[in-house]
């Protein structure tokens, strides 16, 4: 397997010569397993990801949304093969929100928001929900199959974690979550054992506690910190640790210093980067 960067913010894009080494594109990760092309949330990164796909289109895509807030959705209407005829995007989704997943992306293009509506796009999209107690399975080309299973995290509206296992390796994605007292035994269960853990440590500690002259607490916004990121990775026996969905006001150093921080907990951990490519 193959993991991909393409948008490791948090909340709102924050361009800017102070996050030029992190990147300031909103969440999108690709995952490659076999000759199956998933992706993890259509933030702004997606716009990037579509760039470099339109070289080796007709493509099918397996687009997971962990939940439909704007820094996950937002590079959708940029994504360069939604608009070309020929191919196939399966769409996966869907929380306890008054609006399905294909409404919620048709709503950010309706006018006066967006001059190009949701149908008027040409690729053929299929649109999917996802359960906890239904993996999905997914042929990766040459007899092999990958399976993605869900879990549930803790964030306003709610939110979906998805695993990817593949010939015996396993990547985790786990954004927009935030950490209670104990460790959360929904994610220990699906992150058990697992190669690669992406997690949400969009705060230092001070800074949830806002304790850090970066504004008050952050405690019930739906995220988590660098700490408990290791606190997990621990519990779940995770191989490898990845820091995501950084906070729009860490520049570059301060996400460095974060993951210094964070090795001394969990030493192979690494803040996710832009444009940074994990092999499995
Ligand atoms: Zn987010
Ligand atoms: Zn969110």
């Not at 996050?19 to 993890?40: D, K, Y």
């Not at 709503?107 to 993996?135: C, I, K, S």
């Not at 007292?181 to 506690?209: C, F, H, M, N, W």
Request: some cysteine; aromatic content about 8%; glycine content about 10%.
């Amino acid at each position: 397997m193959q993991v991909t960067f393409w948008g490791v913010r948090g909340s709102i894009p924050s361009p800017g010569p102070d996050t030029v080494t992190v990147g300031g594109n909103t969440s999108c990760v690709e995952v490659r397993a076999g000759s199956l092309l998933l992706i993890f949330d259509g933030g702004t990164g997606l716009r990037l990801l579509g760039k470099k796909l339109a070289s080796s289109m007709p493509i099918t895509a397996h687009l997971f949304f962990s939940h439909v807030h704007w820094d996950h959705i937002q590079g959708f209407p940029f994504f360069d093969p939604a608009f070309v005829a020929g191919n196939v995007i399966h769409l996966y989704g869907g929380n306890n929100v008054s609006r399905t997943l294909e409404e919620t992306l048709a709503g950010q293009m309706d006018h006066p928001n967006f001059p190009v509506h949701l149908t008027d796009m040409a690729a053929q999209m299929h649109f999917h929900d996802v359960a906890e107690d239904r993996p999905i399975s997914l042929s990766a080309g040459n007899d092999s199959t990958a399976l993605i299973t869900a879990a549930r995290g803790n964030h306003p509206n709610g939110v979906w974690a998805y695993r990817v296992d593949y010939e015996g390796k396993s990547v985790m994605y786990a954004t927009d979550t935030e950490h209670y007292a104990v460790v959360d035994p929904r994610l220990v269960k699906l992150a058990s054992g697992v190669d690669i853990l992406v997690y949400d440590a969009q705060y230092t500690p001070e800074e949830y506690a806002g304790t850090a002259g970066t504004g008050g607490s952050k405690v019930g916004w739906g995220h988590s910190t660098f700490e408990e990121a290791a606190k997990l990775a621990i519990a779940a026996n995770a191989k490898k640790l990845v820091l995501f969905h950084h906070d729009p006001m860490q520049s570059d150093s301060a996400v460095h210093e974060k993951e210094r921080r964070a090795r001394t907990l969990f030493p192979l951990c690494d803040a996710a980067r832009e444009g940074v490519t994990l092999h499995l």
